[in-house]
C-alpha cells in the first residue's frame, strides 16, 4: 500500500479485482486499473457510465469555487466515458465544524454546478460526524445514460492512433497552488504569475473537452479512449492508457505544453510538469483520419490541445521521447504535487 494517494495496481490486481461480488452478464465493462468508468447496460442497446469519487471540499477556496471543483472533479471522470453525466448521488460526511450558514452556502454553490451541467441529484446521505474533515467528506457517484455504440473507455486505444493532450501538464498543480498559497506565489514570481495561475482553476475540468472530442465521432470514426490526467499527470496518465488497453507507446515530451505560469511554480517548488496532478487536462487516443476534426472542434471551444505521441503495438513497449532521445516510459507512482503541497502547508517551502 503506499503511504498516501491511490492504492497500486499490484494491489488491485491481488486483492480488489478477485472480490467484485456476483458476476453479471449486464457488466459489460467493471473495475480496472487506470479505467475511469464503469460500464453497464441498462436496456437493450443503452449503457450507463458510472464513476465514484471523493466529494473533495476545501473551505479556503470559498464555497462557491470548492463547490464547483468538487462537482467537476466527479463529473469529469463520467464524461471520458463519451456520454455526458446526467445523474449524481452524494453522500456527504461532514465535520462537526460546519454550520449551518455554511452547509447552506457550500450545498447552494454545489447544485449550481451540477445545474450548470445538467446533473441531477437522485439520492444521497448527509450528516456530520466525529473524526471527518475536510478535503475528503464524503463520496459521490455520477452516471451517464446513452447509446450503447458511443461510449469509449480507457482500455479502447488502439495501435495506430494518435496520442492528444488538451490545456497542458500539471493545470491542477498550477491552479491549486495559487489558490492556497497566493502570498508566496506572489512574493517570489509576481502578481502576474499568480493572476495568470489562479485563472486555471476554472480549467481544472474536463467535461466540455471529452465531450467536444467525442461529438467528432468515437471508435472508428474518431476518439478510442479518454483519460483524466489527474494523479502523476501526463506521464502517469498515458501509462495507463497504454496498460490498460495492452499496448506501446511513444510520449513525446517536449510536444506537451506547459504553460509559463506553470513552469514557473513547478520550478519553485521542485516538481515535474509531466508527472505531477493535472485535474483539466484530457489525454485522448484517435485514429489519424479524425484528429484534425477533433483538433478543429476543441479549438473553436477555446481549449488548446497539442498532438503528444501515438499508440503503438504492445510489443514495441512504452517510451518516452525527449530532444530525440528515448528512455523507458514507467509509471511514476508517487506523485510530487503532495509532498511540495504538504511542505508550503507546514511552512517549509522548498529552498
Request: hydrophobic share 45%; aromatic share 6%.
Amino acid at each position: 500500500m503506499p503511504a498516501m494517494g491511490k492504492i497500486s495496481p499490484e494491489v488491485f490486481r491481488d486483492y480488489v479485482y478477485p472480490n467484485l461480488g456476483k458476476n453479471r452478464a449486464e457488466v459489460l465493462v467493471g473495475p480496472q486499473s487506470g479505467v475511469d468508468i464503469a460500464i453497464t447496460r441498462v436496456a437493450p442497446g443503452t449503457v450507463m457510465a458510472t464513476t465514484t469519487d471523493p466529494v473533495f471540499i476545501v473551505p479556503a477556496y470559498g464555497w462557491e469555487r470548492a463547490a464547483w471543483f468538487a462537482v467537476h472533479i466527479l463529473a469529469s471522470d463520467a464524461a471520458t466515458s463519451g456520454i455526458a453525466p446526467s445523474l449524481m448521488t452524494v453522500d456527504l460526511n461532514l465535520p462537526l465544524s460546519i454550520t449551518t450558514l455554511d452547509f447552506q452556502q457550500l450545498w447552494s454553490a454545489f447544485a449550481k454546478t451540477c445545474q450548470a451541467l445538467n446533473i441531477a441529484v437522485v439520492s444521497g446521505h448527509t450528516a456530520r460526524y466525529e473524526g471527518c474533515d475536510y478535503p475528503m467528506v464524503g463520496g459521490a457517484t455520477v452516471m451517464s445514460i446513452g447509446p450503447e455504440e458511443s461510449y469509449v473507455t480507457t482500455a479502447m486505444a488502439e495501435a495506430g492512433d494518435i496520442l492528444l493532450c488538451t490545456k497542458g501538464a500539471a493545470i491542477e498543480t498550477t491552479g491549486l497552488m495559487a489558490a492556497t498559497f497566493p502570498d508566496y506565489i506572489r512574493q517570489h514570481l509576481g502578481e502576474d504569475i499568480l493572476v495568470r495561475a489562479d485563472a486555471l482553476f476554472s480549467q481544472m475540468t474536463v467535461v466540455d473537452d471529452a465531450l467536444t472530442a467525442a461529438a467528432q465521432g468515437v471508435r472508428a470514426q474518431g476518439v478510442t479512449a479518454m483519460h483524466d490526467a489527474t494523479e502523476c499527470g501526463v506521464v502517469g496518465g498515458v501509462y495507463e492508457i497504454a496498460e490498460a488497453s495492452r499496448l506501446g507507446v511513444v510520449l513525446l515530451d517536449d510536444a506537451v505544453t506547459v504553460r509559463p505560469e506553470t513552469q514557473a511554480i513547478c520550478s519553485l517548488t521542485g516538481i515535474d510538469p509531466l508527472t505531477s496532478i493535472s485535474e483539466g487536462t484530457l489525454l485522448l487516443t484517435a485514429k489519424p483520419h479524425a484528429v484534425d476534426k477533433i483538433v478543429r472542434a476543441l479549438a473553436a471551444r477555446g481549449i488548446d490541445v497539442c498532438v503528444i505521441g501515438e499508440m503503438r503495438p504492445e510489443s514495441e513497449g512504452m517510451w518516452r521521447e525527449s530532444r530525440g532521445v528515448r528512455s523507458q516510459l514507467a509509471h511514476p507512482r508517487i506523485d510530487p504535487f503532495w509532498a511540495a503541497f504538504g511542505a508550503l502547508a507546514a511552512g517549509n517551502p522548498p529552498r
